[in-house]
């Protein structure tokens, strides 16, 4: 595609419910990064994908949250019995090569947890 | 551990201004230095990427320096316009044990007509 596509835009769930966020990344692109963002601050590493391989979950906040990128192209982060706290935007990034280049990233899930 | 910090956290100026937004970062080994800007409610579109062999990069009326040695990059955006409002976001890729972008807090710009 075009750009970095997420999938909800929003998402309200109650506490307790489990969530599935959903990223299809720039055609081609190698590598894939989570970040989570809360409300006035900077983006947070969650995790790091080199094709289908994670090589880096060492942002996930609690064994609740999950991602995975099975073939290599669409990522899909999932959060297990949602808190409150988890309520943030959800962003998703991609570059082309596993080298320091460019990022380019979606416009991001908003996660409320009522 | 990588930290980044930006200076100021907001900054409103008249149309017209030339500003400078500041961004430190603390350990010097990056791969390359990216700045962004995210509108509300919007995802981050990419400004500039200087690599660290590079010293600045340009765009328009944007322009980037890094001086990786003293571990600082300044965002210099001449005549500033109102559409320039938004968080202007500074972030440093480095490989290693976090092997990720690490992002700084942002500079909240307003910028009035």
């Known amino acids: 595609g075009a750009g970095v596509s997420q999938s909800p835009r929003y998402k309200v769930a109650k506490r307790g419910q489990d969530v599935a966020l959903r990223c299809d990344p720039i055609?081609?692109?190698?590598?894939l990064f989570w970040y989570q963002q809360a409300l006035g601050q900077g983006p947070e590493f969650l995790t790091y994908f080199q094709n289908e391989a994670q090589l880096d979950k060492s942002g996930l906040p609690s064994d609740r949250f999950f991602a995975e990128r099975p073939e290599g192209s669409v990522s899909t982060l999932k959060i297990q019995r949602t808190q409150q706290e988890d309520s943030a935007v959800y962003l998703c990034?991609?570059?082309?090569?596993?080298?320091?280049?460019?990022?380019?990233f979606g416009e991001g899930s908003r996660l409320t947890v009522l | 551990k990588q930290e980044v910090t930006q200076i100021p956290a907001a900054l409103s100026v008249p149309e017209g201004e030339n500003l400078v937004l500041n961004c430190s970062f603390t350990?010097?080994?990056?791969?390359?230095l990216q700045w962004f800007r995210q509108d509300p409610g919007k995802g981050l579109t990419s400004l500039l990427l200087?690599?660290?062999?590079?010293r600045e990069q340009t765009s328009g009326r944007l322009n980037a320096s890094l001086d990786k040695s003293s571990g600082r990059s300044t965002l210099y955006i001449a005549a500033s316009q109102p559409g320039d409002s938004a968080t202007y976001l500074c972030a440093v890729f480095a490989w290693g044990s976090q092997g990720n972008l690490i992002f700084g807090k942002g500079t909240k710009l307003s910028v009035k007509p």
């Open positions: 200087i690599q660290s062999s590079q």
């Open positions: 990034a991609s570059i082309l090569t596993g080298g320091g280049g460019e990022l380019f």
């Open positions: 055609s081609g692109h190698v590598s």
């Open positions: 350990d010097s080994a990056i791969y390359n």
